[in-house]
């Protein structure tokens, strides 16, 4: 299989590349919500403790879906490149490499999880007839750990790529086999028992694995990217190494966003639970804004990752201008129709009074930095595909640590609710502003020439590549020379 049928960024127009990638993944992205909201619907009859044993799943899910994620962006990102600089076999052990290391590393964590199930959810709080729900849920979806990570990473394969069609169909696919399995394995019928909430981790787990089946498949026998064959350790290590050097960054960037959340709830928790609920009402409603951004956005670090790897210069720093652009204006158009609707918008969401009071206030603020929050991540895109995802995690923990928690603070402290929405606008701006001016200035310094050598790793990223991470990178080089004739 040549570079011309697998590097498909490096061709044709950006603009058409990107919004036909967004297109096939609008789909996919609404069926990444749909296991939720299958699980949380049919669990939700069951009553209020098993829902309850849901809600304290989710943030053991969240992080170990944090490393999971961070771990399949490296290898999509070393994948794309060696994609776009036309080494087919280098792609090939990358992705066997990550595949490998994925599934040693999701094992690992769920003996980690199954051992430590009952100790960890004891000290998140659950108790009684929760505490057994939810340990008896989640000893069942540890199982699945491997497959979950697997489909995870399969898709960012197939959409590194560019077979965001077929990365779409298979979240679509094991969407429904979950819906369509969460009543019989909840509630029994026939010869089938109810097993209650353990029939949700079930289903989860039968659909994912055959999620993960179907993309192994696609990987080996359509794109060639996948090889089940014996690896030599001293070709494997280095391997390792340079999707971890993507992995770390993207997991600790992932990382940033539940822990920012729960100091922001902790802190909406003073003002009473009406803003609370305000303001996760308000995260539902705002949501709806960024799936169109959010589908583009899936595509964006592939295209810039071939087009590093084939030295495309050009076309990345087309892509940034297209990519920046539609971030901005898009959601700055969505904001007004928030502003403008947000009193009506509210209504389907709570009879309260007070929320809607809250709720109008936030959707009138808020959605002003929407574009600028599309633009940060945007940016965070652009340093991983050009083989600096550390700068990509910085500004994740800018935008959190930096700004938000401290702003929020502040409104806390004037005890301010209009603050907090104050605050969380300012800290959208500046860290979208941050990562827009330095995602032009890495633009700006890539060469002018197609074809010329990458420029120097500098900054932040020499001091990651000291020591160790310096040597595996003279190894990969080594590995890149050897392998560029193939």
């Known amino acids: 299989m040549n570079r011309q049928r697998q590097a498909v960024y490096t061709r044709g127009s950006i603009a058409g590349a990107m919004m036909k990638t967004a297109v096939a993944m609008v789909a996919g992205t609404f069926a990444m919500s749909g296991y939720n909201l299958a699980d949380t619907y049919f669990v939700g ?50 992705v066997s490499a ?15 999880g199954i051992a430590t199930s009952d100790a960890i959810f004891t ?42 069609k077929s990365a779409s169909i298979m979240m679509i696919v094991g969407m429904l086999i979950n819906a369509g399995l969460d009543p019989l394995l909840i509630y029994g019928w026939w010869i089938i028992p109810g097993m209650g909430i353990r029939g949700a981790a079930l289903a989860t787990i039968i659909s994912q694995a055959i999620a993960t089946a179907a ?41 940033m966003m539940p822990i ?31 799936i169109f951004p959010m589908a583009l956005g899936i595509g964006l670090m592939p295209m810039v990752g071939q087009n590093f790897g084939a030295r495309l210069y050009s076309r990345i720093r087309e892509g940034w201008k297209f990519a920046m652009g539609f971030a901005f204006f898009y959601l700055l158009a969505a904001a007004v129709i928030y502003a403008v609707f947000a009193e009506w918008m509210v209504t389907w969401f709570s009879p309260d009074p007070e929320i809607r009071r809250i709720m109008v206030i936030c959707m009138r603020i808020i959605p002003w930095g929407f574009g600028m929050i599309e633009i940060h991540r945007y940016s965070g895109f652009f340093f991983t595909g050009c083989g600096r995802p550390a700068v990509a995690a910085w500004l994740n923990a800018l935008r959190i640590v930096g700004l938000m928690i401290p702003f929020s603070l502040l409104a806390l402290y004037f005890e301010s609710v209009p603050g907090l929405f104050w ?31 990458p420029p120097p790793v500098h900054g932040v990223i020499r001091h990651l590549l000291s020591g160790r991470l310096r040597s595996a990178a003279v190894a990969q080089a080594d590995i890149d020379n050897r392998s560029s004739t193939q």
């Open 45 to 94: 009859q069951l009553g209020r403790s098993p829902l309850a044993a849901m809600g304290f799943s989710f943030p053991v899910i969240m992080l170990i879906g944090c490393v999971f994620h961070g771990m399949g962006a490296g290898v999509m990102a070393t994948a794309a490149q060696a994609l776009g600089g036309g080494k087919q076999v280098r792609a090939a052990g990358l």
């Open 98 to 112: 990550g595949v490998l290391l994925i599934a040693l590393v999701s094992v690992v964590l769920a003996v980690l």
């Open 215 to 255: 993309l192994l498949t696609l990987l080996v026998r359509k794109h060639r990217l996948l090889k089940f064959a014996w690896i030599p350790w001293r070709q494997l290590l280095p391997e390792w190494r340079r999707i971890i050097h993507y992995a770390v960054p993207a997991s600790i960037g992932m990382l």
């Open 423 to 453: 605050a969380r606008l300012a800290a959208d701006v500046l860290a979208g502003g941050t990562g827009l001016w330095l995602s032009r200035r890495l633009t700006l310094k890539l060469p002018q020439t197609d074809g010329a050598p």
């Open 123 to 164: 000290r998140i709080g659950a108790e009684g007839r929760t505490l057994d729900e939810v340990c008896g849920y989640m000893n069942i979806w540890y199982f699945g750990c491997v497959t979950a990570a697997l489909s995870m990473a399969g898709n960012n394969i197939l959409i590194s790529a560019g077979d965001s």
């Open 260 to 290: 920012g959340s729960l100091v922001l709830t902790r802190i909406t928790a003073h003002f009473g639970d009406a803003a609370v609920a305000a303001v996760a009402a308000s995260g539902r409603l705002e949501m709806v804004a960024f």
